[in-house]
């Protein structure tokens, strides 16, 4: 999330000020960077009565993404639209300017719903992004806004499964912005949603809105959490985590199922970017971890990941606790691909 007060910082402060230069390095490593974009991009527009929060983030702000190697970015969420359609449309031309492909947000219902194909040493990635919150934010056939797809009704829209299905692409990704904010692990409409994504075709599923990390099922992540805003500004809060499962409910009946998977994960809290001084939470610190081909194990009801820290040299903190299961040392930490 790019607006409020890190649109502020971005008044007197370059673009590259808002990352520390050791998470750069470590995003720059991935062949493919893809992520939520919580606000709109624009000069224009006023706040759309009614909501509580607008989020804006000024032109230059594309500059941070291009810094961090960013290649496409979801607009599927409920701030996009915070300063109306013309907004959103600024939005997707200073991306477009950048270099940085969108998608699940457009100028009509068409172009909102198109999925996106990035390739990258001859490897093929579709992305399919939708939001199940709010409905009023959707794209019309005349009007810009975002792909809304109600998750909630017991099934998947029909033109949500036709997005997936067919696509021509070696993985397809889908990434939903779904569920309430602030809650420690999926509600049941997610878990149900996540589950009938993969029938119909996703190679892997992550979701974001929470603003927290809520863990993992096999294919599954079911909430991202947040890499960079302004919503934590108390300099005094643990920076300690456990990445928990998707929880029993999410968990696996009999004979705990293993599936390889290849991902890398950085957690990081955010502090203030001057402890003497009022301003946004931007200054991004933590332990990156890499989890190679590393083994996601349901055992007792939760996931598991392999990992192994990072930088934590570097950084000089201690690392969050994790979940160990399955950990095979010689398989983790590998990395992603052929790096």
């Known amino acids: 999330m790019l607006g409020r007060k890190v649109a502020k910082r971005l008044e007197s402060e370059p673009p590259e000020s808002l990352v520390a230069p050791e998470l750069v390095a470590l995003a720059r490593e991935a062949d493919l960077f893809v992520l939520n974009l919580e606000c709109c991009i624009s000069e224009r527009g006023e706040p759309l009565p009614g909501r509580v929060f607008h989020f804006r983030a000024p032109p230059v702000a594309v500059e941070t993404l291009a810094h961090l190697g960013v290649n496409c970015v979801t607009l599927a969420n409920n701030h996009a639209l915070d300063f109306g359609p013309e907004a959103l ?6 991306l477009q300017a950048g270099g940085i492909a969108s998608v699940g947000a457009g100028a009509d219902h068409e172009a909102a ?125 643990p920076i300690r985590r456990r990445l928990r499962g998707a929880g029993r409910r999410g968990g696996c009946r009999g004979r705990p199922p ?33 989890v190679g081909v590393a083994r996601v194990a349901a055992k007792e009801g939760r996931a598991a990941l392999a990992a192994e820290p990072l930088l934590a040299t570097v ?25």
């Open 113 to 237: 719903r198109a999925p996106v194909v990035l390739e990258t040493k001859g490897f093929r990635l579709a992305i399919v992004a939708v939001t199940d919150h709010p409905q009023e934010y959707a794209a019309g056939t005349d009007r810009a806004g975002v792909a809304f797809a109600d998750l909630g009704g017991g099934g998947l829209p029909r033109s949500l499964t036709q997005a997936i299905v067919g696509l021509d692409a070696d993985a397809v990704l889908v990434t939903p912005h779904w569920g309430p904010n602030l809650t420690a692990e999926p509600v049941e409409h997610v878990r149900a949603a996540a589950g009938a994504l993969l029938e119909a075709g996703a190679t892997l599923v992550a979701g974001h809105s929470a603003h927290v990390f809520q863990g993992v099922a096999p294919r599954v992540l079911y909430d991202l959490g947040d890499f960079l805003d302004d919503y934590r500004v108390d300099p005094r809060a």
């Open 315 to 339: 950084l000089r903190l201690p690392h969050p606790q994790l979940v160990l299961a399955g950990h095979d040392p010689e398989r983790a930490g590998r990395g992603v691909g052929a790096r």
């Open 258 to 290: 293993r599936h390889d998977l290849a991902l890398d994960i950085v957690p990081c809290s955010r502090r203030l970017a001057s402890p003497s001084r009022e301003g946004p939470c931007v200054s991004a610190v933590g332990v990156p971890y890499r």
């Open 89 to 94: 449309v600024d939005t997707l031309l200073h």
